[in-house]
């Protein structure tokens, strides 16, 4: 019998908001202040566009666009600048997003599990205005880069901060080799969303279940959530919230 479930953690980049769209604020921030260093911005641009592309997780897109527009690599620093400053002001969640985390947030603890340089990820939750649809944001490179998922850290901080055992959680995202892989190694099961960039990648081969996006995946949710007797947890998830989220 599958265990009822009396905490979720859900992923932020990709599967609540599309990811696209803070990139390419991102980029432009990167080329305007390219133009400002006496590069041409529209090339820088294309080229930055182009390369991420291919796959925004592989790094060193600066790096490679610079090379593409024949400009010298010692300008990186001061890019890296630009990207990691900027702040989005307002993300747009996928439809149904908000609906969905507040079914969640109703029953169960819920708690945001996300990679990334942490002031620029906190930007993020903040324009998607979400926190309080939520009990804990868990920034893994608060514990340095090398505990970002798929390692279990961050989803065992997730766990330890809403005071629930992994068999009892799912976790829900977009990455296979991230939110899935890091789940289950950690113990709990794993909704894999079929959005933004790694959409059509393959499922990882323990994945729990699939969804088309992040609402479809709590939909299928709901029923499956322990009785709605958890306050005692999402009062303890709160003040844990309170003494680390800023």
Do not use: C, N
């Amino acid at each position: 019998m599958t265990a009822p479930i009396r905490a979720v953690l859900v992923d932020l980049d990709d599967t609540l908001y599309p990811q696209a769209r803070f990139l390419e604020l991102a980029w432009r921030a990167v080329a305007d202040r390219g133009a400002a260093l006496g590069l041409d911005r529209t090339p820088l641009l294309h080229a930055l566009r182009d390369i991420a592309a291919q796959g925004s997780a592989r790094g060193g897109i600066i790096d490679r666009a610079l090379a593409r527009v024949g400009a010298p690599t010692d300008l990186v620093p001061e890019l890296l600048v630009a990207f990691r400053g900027v702040d989005p002001g307002r993300l747009e969640p996928y439809p149904g997003v908000v609906d969905a985390l507040a079914a969640l947030h109703a029953r169960v603890p819920v708690a945001i599990v996300t990679d990334g340089e942490v002031p620029g990820q906190r930007r993020k939750v903040a324009a998607l205005d979400v926190a309080h649809l939520v009990d804990a944001v868990v920034y893994s490179d608060s514990a340095g880069r090398g505990y970002r998922k798929p390692h279990p850290r961050p989803f065992t901080d997730a766990l330890w901060m809403l005071d629930v055992a992994a068999r009892d959680a799912v976790m829900i995202g977009d990455r296979p080799e991230k939110d899935v892989a890091g789940a289950v190694g950690a113990g709990l099961r794993a909704v894999r969303v079929g959005t933004g960039e790694y959409a059509t990648a393959p499922d990882h081969p323990a994945t729990w279940r699939r969804a088309a996006t992040f609402a479809d995946a709590v939909d299928a949710l709901l029923p499956l959530l322990a009785p709605p007797d958890q306050g005692a947890a999402v009062a303890a998830a709160s003040l844990v919230r309170a003494a680390t989220e800023p």
